[in-house]
């Protein structure tokens, strides 16, 4: 099998799980998993403070080189420090991750259109929670001028209509795989919209890789197209 | 292993030719290796109880695999008493999901008591969507005040996960359905409070496949003769089908 990417992991304290899911977490389950490399970021960052929980990632990403690190931002807390955006590229972030639902704010945020066009110059991927009907839509008109990647997260199978008119529109746009677990779900992404659309993501070590990779697996998908989704597609759009 | 899906879906799935019918339904539960599953009708559960009920009970019929479990609404009581009454003798209906006016939000207590009392002749376990805390208390609320039935929260309070494990703990005639959230912690923690005789694997498909399920398990460390008991022994002994 080709090298797997996992697009979507995190560690740290989690209160929602009740849980400290620890790096040592991550790395088991990734080596479990034959899991090459995952793009990762502490949740200090989305539930505490950006620039403690970037350094936190910086740092675990140093030390292990199968991780890539993925900033978070807050909208609420930026003030216009475009210098600060750059860094984290130069320091080896590979993307931006933002959390509305969790933060507290929509795409219509004045502060969220001011930090997407500041980034825009960066040229980072971001990588966008969306859970609610309208918001991926909302996202992709907000976005409209960001030229680097889009990629939505946990888009469960209600959102799939949705996802797939939005993924044809913007050709930029992507999603990943941890709550397309909706049978059928993944084949009609990549029968509608594309395989190259698709990036293999599985939440750990909160949520279990075995589950992410069972619904690819069983998705229906031919062996070339679920290889693009477990790896090429993400390494492509990192590169 | 055989493995039992305790909660599973029929029609108005949003992608096409996904559980549209019986067929399709025992086709998804052969390719991924699910020998029955209990099945819920979302046509009873969104519009007509009635209908929605004796619909499901045509489809199954032709596939000896496939269960059924009546769908009551609170808010429909007079169809719904009228379904109990006309399907849930029949050895292929396993029990009565109890379900309010709108998905998600608890159902109220007051207006279930003509449902239950209902059932009680059956004696089969009552089914409640527990996606949140909130319908997890409603769900012990019911399982204290009518000790004679069973309870099953299906979606194991969700998120709210740890709320399903207390509930359960204080009322013993409360089961643990295993769809819902994915997350690690869940099935760890409910064994060590409750044991394995009281969980049982429900998927929740087609919304969330059974394999993905099926993984959440596979790296839950849960001991061989459990996982058997979770995935199938404590269904039949659950739905007296061992008889």
């Known amino acids: 099998m080709s090298a797997i990417l996992d697009i979507n992991t995190l560690f740290g304290p989690y209160p929602v799980a009740n849980a400290d899911l620890a ?44 991780l890539l690190a993925g900033a978070t931002l807050n909208p609420n807390n930026y003030f216009g420090d475009k210098a600060s955006l750059q860094n984290l590229k130069n320091n080896g972030f590979k993307l931006v991750r933002l959390f509305p639902k969790t933060q507290g704010w929509k795409a219509t945020s004045y502060a969220f259109r001011t930090l997407a066009q500041d980034l825009s110059a960066v040229g980072l991927p971001l990588m966008i929670q969306t859970e609610d009907a309208g918001e991926m839509s909302e996202f992709a008109q907000a976005l409209g001028a960001y030229s680097a990647p889009v990629i939505f997260a946990n888009v469960d199978v209600e959102e799939v209509a949705e996802l797939i008119a ?47 990779l069972k619904a690819l697996e069983f998705s229906g998908l031919s062996g070339e197209a679920r290889a693009q989704i477990l790896g090429a597609n993400a390494h492509r759009i990192l590169s | 292993m055989p493995i039992f899906d305790t909660h599973a879906y029929l029609e108005s799935y949003p992608i096409p030719g996904v559980n549209q019918n019986a067929e399709q339904v025992a086709q998804l539960c052969q390719q991924r290796g699910i020998s029955n599953a209990v099945l819920f009708s979302q046509r009873a559960l969104r519009v007509d109880p009635l209908a929605g009920n004796h619909l499901l009970k045509t489809m199954i019929d032709p ?69 949140n805390a909130a ?109």
Not at chain 1, 30 to 59: E, P, W
Not at chain 1, 181 to 210: E, H, M, R, W
Not at chain 2, 99 to 122: K, Q
Request: charged share 15%.
């Open chain 1, 23 to 66: 790096i040592e977490k991550l790395l088991a389950s990734m080596q479990q998993n034959s899991i090459t490399s995952a793009v990762t970021y502490s949740t200090l960052g989305v539930l505490f403070d950006s620039n403690i929980g970037n350094n936190a990632t910086h740092s675990a990403c140093r030390e292990n080189p199968s």
């Open chain 1, 166 to 212: 939005v993924l044809k529109a913007r050709p930029n746009t992507f999603v990943e795989t941890s709550r397309l677990n909706g049978v059928g779900a993944i084949k009609a992404v990549a029968d509608l919209a594309g395989a190259d659309k698709l990036l293999f993501g599985s939440g750990t070590p909160y949520q279990p890789t075995t589950s992410a």
């Open chain 2, 63 to 131: 596939h000896p695999s496939l269960f059924g479990a009546v769908v009551a609404h609170t808010s429909r009581v007079e169809a719904s008493v009228q379904s109990v009454r006309d399907i849930l003798g029949n050895k292929r209906f396993v029990g009565t999901l109890l379900t309010g006016a709108n998905e998600g939000e608890p159902l109220h207590p007051l207006l279930s008591d003509e449902i239950l009392l209902a059932c009680r002749r059956y004696q089969k376990p009552i089914f409640i969507s527990t996606p």
């Open chain 2, 135 to 243: 319908c997890v208390e409603v769900g012990l609320h019911l399982a204290k005040a009518y000790s004679m039935h069973r309870f099953v929260l299906l979606g194991m309070g969700g998120q709210d996960w740890q709320f399903a494990i207390a509930a359960a703990q204080q009322a013993t005639n409360i089961f643990l359905e295993t769809s819902g959230v994915l997350d690690l912690a869940k099935l760890p923690a409910a064994l060590e409070v409750l044991g394995a005789h009281r969980v049982l694997f429900g998927s929740g498909s087609p919304y969330q496949d059974p394999m993905a399920v099926l993984g959440l398990l596979a790296e839950a460390g849960i001991t061989a003769i459990n996982l058997q008991r979770i995935l199938f022994d404590n269904a039949v002994k659950l739905f007296g089908l061992a008889e």
